[in-house]
Structures are given as C-alpha cells and as structure tokens.
C-alpha cells in the first residue's frame, strides 16, 4: 500500500521558534504532493509542489520538495501560537487522483 | 460563497440505521471525493467520482454507497450503521486533468455518532 509518512507526530514549541516538518512517500507514480493546516474542522490548503527544488512560500511558510529522495519538508519561521493545529502532507498520482494523507504532525505554540 | 458544503454537520443515530450525507460544490470540479477521519484523525479516502463514474473505491465496507446526481453533487448513503462508522466524514472536490493543478478544496466535515 502507498504510504506517506510525517515527522514528528507531534512538536511543542515556543512562540518565535523555526520549526520544520517533514514529509516522505513511497509512491513512485507521483504527480504533486500538498500540505494542509488542519486546525479545528476541515483542512484548509497551504501549498502544492509538483517540482523538485523550488521553494514555495507563503508569508512564514516555505515547503520544498526533493522528488529523487522522495520527501518534502515544511518550515514556519517565527512560529505564533495561531500556527497551532495539525499539518497533513498528501500526495496524488499521475492522474491527480488517488490522494493519500500522512497521519499528520501536532504542532503546538506555546506563548 | 461557501465553495464545498455539507449538510448535516453533525448527525447522531442508532445502529442499524440507515442514513445519508450530502455534499454539494459550486467551483465547477470535475472531481468530488469522501474522506473518513479516525477519532485519531488520520485523514482516508473513501470514495472519488468522475464524471458520474466511480474512479477511486478503497477497501470499504458495502454498506457505503456513494451516489452523485450530477457533477455538482456527490451524496455519501450509510446503510446498517456500525459503532465504528463513528469519525468526521469530508467530502472534497479538485478539478482534475494531467496539465490542471489538482489542489483539494473541503467541506466543513460531518460529525457522525453512532450510539
């Protein structure tokens, strides 16, 4: 079965730590891999990565992917106590269906 | 204008019922998806349609039926309810195709309790 495996599960930190998740799979049909904020209810989208090397970012946000080592990696710089929530990494094959979520990694800021 | 929505939110039954969950997106997807979420929350897919054709079935039980009218809707019906159909079910769209970007969008969730 495909797997998608995240490190850590969970992390606690203080507020204006870095922290970096990370993120591997096993598939080798892969077409993108896409990490979501899950706080409360529903996961809401952060970023999409279909190449290897480039750096996405968004606000303290950055992900990358290494598509020959099979993973990627999320950073939050100056984490705030609003970053608190869970952090899924997915990934979708060639036809951009077939998503499969890792078990997720609990951050938690603390002031 | 709420993208992907859900209805009901929350949906406490019996066992042995039999109920249904509907989902209904405005963004023009080709694609609408089910999720199961675990009390431990890892997040599952159920169920992916296509065009009205089921193109993704994970290894759930039958007891799962996935009906869509049309592309708009994807409507998840449960039949004999279990204890451990107990979680939070996501219904998802993405538009699909080899040069699409094929980012989710989800619905607030269902909150299922089976008693």
């Known amino acids: 079965e495909d797997k998608v495996v995240q490190s850590p599960l969970s992390l606690v930190v203080h507020e204006g730590d870095t922290v970096t998740l990370n993120c591997s799979y096993e598939?080798?049909?892969?077409?993108?891999l896409l990490w979501y904020k899950q706080e409360k209810k529903a996961p809401t989208f952060l970023f999409m990565l279909?190449?290897?090397?480039i750096e996405k970012k968004s606000g303290r946000l950055s992900s990358i992917l290494d598509k020959k080592e099979l993973f990627s990696i999320l950073n939050i710089t100056a984490t705030q106590t609003g970053d608190s929530a869970v952090y899924l990494c997915?990934?979708?094959?060639?036809?951009?269906?077939?998503?499969?979520f890792g078990p997720g990694t609990r951050l938690s800021v603390l002031p | 204008d709420t993208a992907v929505s859900q209805t009901p939110k929350y949906l406490v039954t019996q066992m042995g019922n039999d109920k249904s969950i509907k989902c209904e997106q405005n963004?023009?997807?080709?694609?609408m998806y089910w999720y199961k979420q675990d009390s431990k929350k890892f997040l599952k897919i159920m169920f992916s349609y296509n065009n009205k054709e089921l193109i993704i079935n994970e290894t759930v039980p039958n007891r799962f039926s996935p009906k869509s009218p049309d592309k708009a809707h994807l409507n998840l019906h449960i039949n004999s309810l279990e204890l451990g159909d107990s979680a939070v079910y996501f219904c998802?769209?993405?538009?699909?195709?080899?040069?699409?970007?094929?980012?989710?969008?989800f619905g607030p969730g269902t909150r299922l309790t089976v008693l």
């Open positions: 598939v080798t049909n892969f077409r993108s």
């Open positions: 963004l023009g997807h080709d694609t």
């Open positions: 997915a990934r979708s094959d060639n036809y951009g269906q077939n998503f499969v």
């Open positions: 279909t190449s290897s090397g």
């Open positions: 998802a769209s993405s538009q699909e195709g080899p040069l699409v970007y094929n980012e989710q969008f």
